[in-house]
């Protein structure tokens, strides 16, 4: 008999359900909250709201989309954090009052397990999966961290941002220009015109595997208001190489603690995850990095990288293989590292 396991995602703005049957993924459906974008960020409170409306149909769409019915699951996994409380609590109540309907156990998942483990979803059998051990960069909105892949369940944080995550990097500095919220993507589409060498921002010095962005944005936005006092139409000017420059000097500071990682490891494979894994230029410097170094590299499809149920699906997946499940008096958290 299959082990089947729906994925229930609610951690932020992107409410998501998806079926994983033996590892394979039959459907990931997500629904995108655009309450937020007059805001210019996530609103806990309306995120809470939309997720309420969102997770019946979402969790309804793929239980369909997966050709199979409600009774055929085997497990319920979900999002227990960290994340917005208000959000956690729809997916966590959902999950716990579906699974007491179906009587089947509940498997609570690290969200940044998830983003880890999302190289294990398989979409055809003979889809390649990362060897144990290896290292992931994960870098999203919150995080930016150097892991040391053990096991499903057994990671070791090498290094962590001690200030800004890479994703508010590149969001904080997307506002400076007037770029709408978030700003990863509208900086990723425009460097692509860019000159990444027009300007140069100073990196960080940091000891050891971590990371620090906060001075970045600091020395963009001084570079950006000294810039606009002489010239008032400067940004406007100069959009595609103030983003390819900026893109250029976080694959940098991104790329110089992973190679420190590599050396200090020996791993033989590296994998990136988390929102900012979807940018170009952070996809192509690692695919450069890896085959310079002769080493396998895991860079997720797009629709992996953002926050999505499969990768809940599948890391629920693993702990259910082990009996790991979750008690009824479990609670989200909001915050923890992997
Ligand atoms: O993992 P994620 O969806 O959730 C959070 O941790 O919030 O990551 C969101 C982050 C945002 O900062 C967004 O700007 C960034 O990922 N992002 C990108 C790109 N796509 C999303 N950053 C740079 N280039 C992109 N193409």
Redesign the pocket.
């Known amino acids: 008999m299959s082990t089947i396991i729906l994925g229930i995602e609610s951690s932020?703005d992107d409410t998501s359900a998806a079926v994983i049957s033996d590892g394979l993924l039959l459907s990931n459906v997500i629904a995108s909250q655009k309450v937020h974008e007059e805001f210019g960020g996530v609103v806990p409170e309306l995120a809470s709201r939309a997720h309420q409306q969102n997770i019946v149909p979402v969790v309804d769409t793929a239980i369909k989309r997966a050709g199979i019915d409600k009774s055929d699951l085997s497990a319920i996994a979900f999002t227990r954090g960290p994340g917005l409380l208000g959000s956690l609590l729809v997916g966590t109540s959902f999950a716990k009052g579906m699974s007491l309907g179906l009587r089947v156990p509940i498997v609570d998942v690290n969200h940044l397990h998830g983003?880890v483990l999302s190289h294990f979803i398989r979409e055809k059998a003979d889809d390649p999966v990362p060897q144990y051990p290896f290292l992931c960069l994960l870098i999203?909105?919150?995080?930016s961290q150097i892991i040391l892949v053990k096991s499903y369940d057994d990671m070791e944080i090498l290094g962590q941002t001690i200030d800004d995550?890479a994703?508010?990097a590149?969001?904080k500095c997307a506002k400076i220009m007037g770029l709408p919220y978030?700003?990863?993507?509208h900086?990723?589409r425009l460097a692509s015109k860019g000159d990444p060498a027009k300007f140069k921002f100073t990196k960080p010095h940091i000891g050891g595997l971590d990371y620090s962005f906060s001075g970045l944005k600091t020395a963009f936005l001084y570079t950006l208001r000294d810039a606009v006092k002489t010239d008032p139409g400067f940004i406007e000017k100069n959009l595609a190489d103030l983003a390819a420059s900026l893109q250029a000097t976080i694959i940098s500071i991104l790329m110089d603690k992973l190679d420190k990682a590599v050396k200090m490891t020996d791993v033989k494979t590296v994998a990136i995850g988390?929102?900012?894994s979807?940018?170009?230029g952070?996809r192509q410097a690692v695919a450069d990095y890896c085959d310079r170094h002769n080493l396998k590299a895991f860079i997720p499809k797009r629709s992996f990288?953002?926050?999505n149920a499969a990768m809940v699906a599948i890391a629920g997946y693993y702990k259910y293989l082990s009996k790991e499940f979750c008690p009824y008096d479990a609670a989200p958290y909001a915050r923890v590292t992997v």
């Open positions: 932020c983003h999203s909105g919150g995080n995550a994703g508010e590149f969001d978030p700003g990863g993507p900086i990723d988390g929102g900012v979807a940018n170009s952070v990288t953002t926050d």
